[in-house]
């Protein structure tokens, strides 16, 4: 797929049993990568996972290819490629093919696939099932709007199942901005939002502020500041012209000077100063490997580098790039006292870990973040 999650070829590969066609494969996987210069390989975590990263590291050895590749939770995936939503965005396309296509666009842009999966099917947590399915939904929900909010979208490449997470903004209406730009080409202004049908001017004034457009002829057009605030913008950039650098004092008299809040003044300064910044460019990216693939790699006392899979009461489940996440009991989370394994540990963490034991027989694999 294109850098905007475009599909532009599908195929399938036969490398895991019974078919075992490796030649097949390899053949498929060094044409497309060739053809389409892909530049990285996202594999699913689920069945098949590992004997398709052997293929794809040994393929990239072999031919020297700049390409390299991650392991991508697949959690919920096969939800939405059976859901009306995927038949909708991917017509005619077999559920399997639906499914690759989700993990692929997970690696690009995890958030705007993830809000296309009801959260309880992406299997995290304990106790989803035991609580009150409105009050978690309500809360979910709440969550992933807060989020989406606080991020903002692209308004040239959001799908409608993410503008409907945006303030303010419908299915009808999300439908409608896809449409209008669609028909009319990339936006180019926040203003032409006004110009999409069932658009009107109370909902502009909700959903403008968290939607971005990289290369507008505005600038303002891609950062969080709201076009009510643009005046108070520019104001703001004629001072950071003379003053680049301003203290907390400098902004209060400002806002005094101009007849703005405080708090407001303070976040358009923090959108000047990075504009078109990106929250999630503050977190690490995803873990690339070539070296670790399955049980028997492993040796006590590695250090690896993985990710926090889930959190639970006794401890964490770590993917550490083999078949079978690994266990860090709660006692060797930390090196102080911790009540809970949330304390200090979330699910998609990137941390590194000290393998303690690993019993081939069980296939279980006992992690330590003690000491790291």
């Known amino acids: 797929m294109n850098p905007q999650g475009k599909v532009l070829a599908t195929g399938v590969a036969y490398i895991t049993p019974p078919q075992n066609d490796l030649a097949q494969g390899r053949s498929l996987l060094l044409r497309l990568i060739r053809q389409y210069g892909v530049n990285i390989v996202a594999i699913g975590n689920g069945t098949g996972s590992r004997e398709t990263e052997e293929v794809v590291a040994a393929l990239i050895n072999d031919e020297s290819l700049p390409v390299t590749y991650t392991i991508v939770n697949e959690a919920g995936a096969s939800v939405y490629s059976a859901s009306p939503l995927a038949a909708e965005e991917l017509p005619g396309m077999d559920v399997t093919l639906r ?137 703001l950039w004629q001072r950071m012209q003379v003053q680049p650098t301003l203290s907390e004092d400098d902004l209060a008299a400002l806002a005094r000077q101009l007849g703005a809040g405080l708090p407001t003044l303070r976040d358009i300064y923090a959108a000047l100063l990075r504009p078109g910044r990106d929250p999630r460019e503050d977190l690490p990216g995803p873990i690339f490997r070539r070296d670790v693939l399955k049980l028997e790699d492993l040796r006590e006392e590695m250090v690896l580098p993985g990710v926090v899979r889930n959190v639970v009461d006794f401890g964490a489940f770590v993917d550490i790039g083999v078949k079978q996440d690994g266990l860090v009991h709660i006692s060797e989370v930390s090196d102080h006292f911790i009540k809970h394994p949330s304390e200090v540990l979330q699910v998609g963490q990137q941390v590194m870990v000290r393998v303690l034991d690993v019993d081939l027989r069980r296939q279980r694999i006992s992690l330590s973040l003690k000491g790291l």
């Open 99 to 235: 499914g690759a296509v989700s993990i692929g666009r997970r690696l690009q842009d995890p958030l705007a696939e993830l809000v296309k999966i009801d959260p309880k099917s992406i299997g995290v947590g304990q106790y989803q099932h035991d609580v009150n399915q409105k009050r978690l939904a309500e809360t979910l929900q709440g969550v992933v709007e807060d989020v989406v909010n606080r991020v903002g979208v692209d308004l040239n490449t959001a799908s409608p199942a993410l503008l409907t997470h945006v303030a303010g903004v419908s299915k009808t209406v999300a439908r409608n901005i896809v449409a209008f730009r669609e028909e009319n080409g990339p936006f180019s202004s926040r203003q032409q939002l006004l110009q999409v049908p069932r658009l009107g001017p109370s909902t502009f004034l909700q959903c403008a502020g968290f939607c971005r457009i990289p290369g507008a002829s505005n600038p303002l057009d891609n950062t969080p500041v709201h076009p009510e605030s643009y005046g108070l913008a520019e104001h």
